[in-house]
């Protein structure tokens, strides 16, 4: 199918605190417009779902309208709507659906329910340096939500979910350390701030070896079982750096003795540690040599560096889309409706709910 007839669809997404709308023609993506409600929960030092819903009430129109604006299309010109159904914040989400079952039933456009982790995959479908999504792959999504390792054969049927975190996300993990040492949200960037001794000024990077973190469920027992080979956990990494926080600040040390910027590296190491052993554990038991990694922790330049070091030294290929499309936006789930719609499937039923623990083998909600 050429570009030219290539479906146009309108993707949402709403599934935490971005708003975002994207247009794709076919694998051309027309426009990726976030309107991001981080601002509003730096003060709570996290996402409040009460706080996002609202902001994507506020926002999701005007996000829209800057869409089409953007792409120079109308509704009248789209083929199908594609939506954000889950996982994720079962408010954020109920907004973005909502808004999308209204586009639909005003327009008479089919509806797609989509999963947002699928999307987060289907995105190198659009993105502008890509030469297309490459499978099969294995994919690593990395946020403050999500931490999981997929098998992806085929981006609308063959997911298969290898592993994923038992508690906190990366990210969320990121978020609560940064708070205990007194950094502000979003914490990832401002630990690697810390880490490559920025925020401290010295512009000297802290040593990653400085304090011995855990790793979790890393051990040989953890590994030989099947049901915890690719899990995570990274509750009892938090745990171990408030046991050293609260143990240095009971010591008195000073300043020179406990650097922020050595805690800080070596709570970052031991997050990208486990990211990276098992993403290339699982490449290593199921013969793929490509990996994929998406998330907004794809930003961080640690991680990026070991896992791109590691796949090199295992032959394996690694994908990074720009950072624009790994966070959330709207783009991905124009790209995966865009798919799904040039596969023929039949549109999700218009009585469709939102879940937000939706699993990813299902990718397109009926």
Known sequence: MSEERAP???GIESSCDETGVGIARGTTLLTNTVASSMDEHVRFGGVVPEVASRAHVQAIGPAIRAALAEAQVTLDDLDAIAVTAGPGLSGALMVGVSAAKGLAAATGLPLYGVNHLAAHVAVDLVAPDSPGLHTPTIALLVSG???EILRIGDIVDDIE?????IDDAAGEAFDKTARLLGLSYPGGPNISKAAAGILDGTGVPGDPTAVR???GL?????LRDPARRYSFSFSGLKTAALRFITAAEARGASADAVRLADVAASFEEAVVDVLVRKTLLACEDTGIDHVLLGGGVAANGRLRERLAERCEAAGVTLRV???SLCTDNGAMVAALGAEIVRRGLAPSDPAFGVTSSLEVDHVLVA
């Open 8 to 10: 146009l669809v309108l």
């Open 161 to 165: 979910l290898l592993g994923a975190t």
């Open 321 to 323: 889309p720009p950072l």
């Open 145 to 147: 939500g999500h931490t």
């Open 218 to 222: 890393n051990t040989a027992k953890d």
């Open 213 to 215: 973190f855990p790793r």
